[in-house]
């Protein structure tokens, strides 16, 4: 299909034709929020280039981790669940550390984010859910039984070519 233009500002562009309508964009809190963060972000990102604490705080990571694969293999003799408790620990301690780091910091901008476009989707309702549900087993049953058929009629039609 080839998509026609018109030199008119007011006419659509693309046949069959409609009028351009423009969506308002609406600065909300969050936007707004967003926006500040993201130039925040790379504003910073461009200003700090590794300073040495940065690095530093990315050895104390490094170690705690290695500290605790270390230390899991040392104590093997040790009960399981003092071993996991232990690996969490210090797993929560080295994150903990990180946060402290630009990238740690633009790590849970972004986590906070993602909670609040959580908490804006409209989740089905349990109604809408077990109906889709229902539709989706419908379906594939009834492709599952077309391709059981339909095999079952090339495996007959080949066996007779075959002999």
């Known amino acids: 299909m080839v998509e026609h233009r018109s030199p008119k500002p007011g006419v659509g562009g693309s046949s069959p034709s409609w009028p351009a309508k423009f ?16 130039a925040h972000m790379t504003t910073s990102t461009e200003q700090t280039q590794s300073s040495p604490a940065e690095a530093f705080k990315w050895l104390v990571v490094a170690a705690i981790i290695a500290a605790a694969v270390i230390g899991n293999a040392y104590y093997d ?17 080295a994150a903990l550390v990180a946060s402290f780091t630009v990238k740690g910091r633009a790590f849970i901008a972004l986590l906070q984010d ?18 889709t549900t229902g539709v989706v ?15 079952a009629l090339l495996g007959t039609v080949i066996s007779s070519v075959i002999g």
Do not use: H
């Open 77 to 93: 003799d040790q009960p399981l669940l003092y071993r996991v408790a232990g690996v969490v620990v210090m797993g929560i301690f």
């Open 114 to 131: 993602a909670r609040a476009e959580v908490r804006r989707v409209v989740w089905p309702t349990k109604q809408e859910t077990g109906q």
């Open 23 to 38: 969506e308002q964009f609406s600065l909300s809190a969050v936007n707004v929020v967003r926006v500040v963060r993201l």
């Open 137 to 151: 087993v419908l379906v594939v049953a009834f492709m599952a039984l077309l391709l059981w058929g339909l095999d």
